[in-house]
């Protein structure tokens, strides 16, 4: 019995050896295949907020993905009620954010107005961006690393098929449903609104210079720019909002091209000197250059956040389907173009904090 009791035990105890040691081969083979510190997934996920929903809306699943900075949070909250008032369908917000700002985001969306709607809360890891962004560090405060949540849609929506991007400075005026079936031709990642032929464009940026070329983001004088012969006039076009197919994106691996061309910015400084826009702009016009399709110019109504979003009519401003405050004047700061507007789905920050932030906005602003 005795020796029974024996030979069991040594069986037992090799296989949890064995187990163990396939475990740290798989582990090590892991390590060993992809050299980034981050392992496979660069974003990292805190427990989602609960989703919640109410109301009967549709079987489609929208997927919108939104960046919530905490100086920047009431924006977010404001794009994201305007686009659950304006539709019945199945909306469901990834909101991207850092770790310090999520019990500020989480409390803000029990607020009344928004405590039907479902969201997802995902934490980015800014590590994911070293070596790909050259930062001044005396303008280190002014560096956003969110703005690059964008670069990697897969990451953060990994069932979805398809997903929405819109920057937190918009407000959507119909339904998002149908900016979500855009259509895509084939082979396509992603469609943007083209800055050349836009009717925002048509409107504000006439005489603008480069501000809408790819000379005015990339330089031209660097000899790898030139070896893509990528025609300098060719028309940009705006990040801030666009429909992506996370199938072909995928299939394509543009975020490792994204990054690619981020990391080669930093030893070559490829972007113009001039840039005429976000640093998130020049690698995107480099990898969907000629390879991206278009959504209809109201759904990216842009400018309202210079000097040239005062040219627009009030009727057009009504009759835009997504107003869009890029530019140095935001909706928040009240100096904007259209405030008013935004103001509409604004919800009151319930701790106070971004009440204080809009008036030092402000205040800047005035001077």
């Not at 070329?213 to 012969?229: S, V």
């Not at 959504?295 to 009030?314: E, F, Q, T």
Request: hydrophobic content about 40%.
């Amino acid at each position: 019995v005795n020796i029974s009791i024996l030979i069991v035990a040594v069986i037992i105890f090799l296989l949890v050896i064995h187990h163990n040691f396939l475990s740290l081969s798989d582990f090590l083979r892991r390590e060993l295949s992809d050299p980034s510190p981050l392992g496979l997934q660069p974003i990292d996920f805190i427990p989602a907020a609960p989703q919640r929903l109410t109301e009967e809306r549709g079987d489609q699943e929208i997927s919108v993905v939104i960046a919530a900075s905490d100086e920047r949070l009431g924006g977010a909250i404001a794009a994201m009620n305007s686009i659950y008032q304006h539709t019945r369908s199945n909306v469901v917000f990834h909101i991207v954010t850092l770790n310090d700002t999520v019990d500020h985001l989480r409390m803000w969306l029990r607020s009344p107005p928004l405590k039907n709607m479902r969201y997802q809360i995902l934490d980015f890891d800014p590590r994911v961006l070293e070596g790909k962004v050259q930062v001044d560090p005396q303008k280190a405060d002014t560096f956003k690393p969110l703005t690059f949540a964008r670069f990697y849609l897969p990451n953060l929506v990994p069932h979805a098929e398809k997903v929405i991007y819109v920057d937190d400075d918009v407000i959507v005026q119909d339904d998002i449903v149908e900016l979500y079936n855009t259509p895509l031709k084939p082979g396509h990642a992603a469609a943007f609104s083209d800055d050349c032929d836009s009717t925002s464009s048509k409107v504000a940026v006439r005489g603008a210079g480069n501000q809408y070329n790819y000379i005015g983001f990339l330089d031209y004088k660097k000899e790898t720019i030139r070896k893509l012969a990528m025609k300098a006039n060719t028309c940009s076009f705006n990040p801030g909002v666009f429909v992506a197919n996370l199938t072909e994106w995928k299939l394509q691996n543009i975020t490792k091209q994204l990054e690619k061309w981020m990391a080669l910015n930093v030893v070559e400084e490829l972007y113009s000197k001039t840039l005429a826009g976000s640093i998130t702009t020049p690698p995107l016009l480099i990898v969907f250059y000629k390879q991206h399709s278009s959504i209809d110019p109201m759904w990216n109504v842009r400018h309202l956040g210079s000097s040239a979003g005062k040219r627009y009519s009030p009727q057009f401003v009504e009759a835009a389907k997504l107003l869009h405050w890029n530019g140095h004047f935001k909706p928040w700061g009240r100096t904007a173009s259209y405030a008013e507007v935004w103001e509409k789905w604004y919800v009151p920050d319930p701790t106070g904090k971004f009440n204080l932030i809009r008036r030092h906005l402000e205040a800047y602003e005035a001077k």
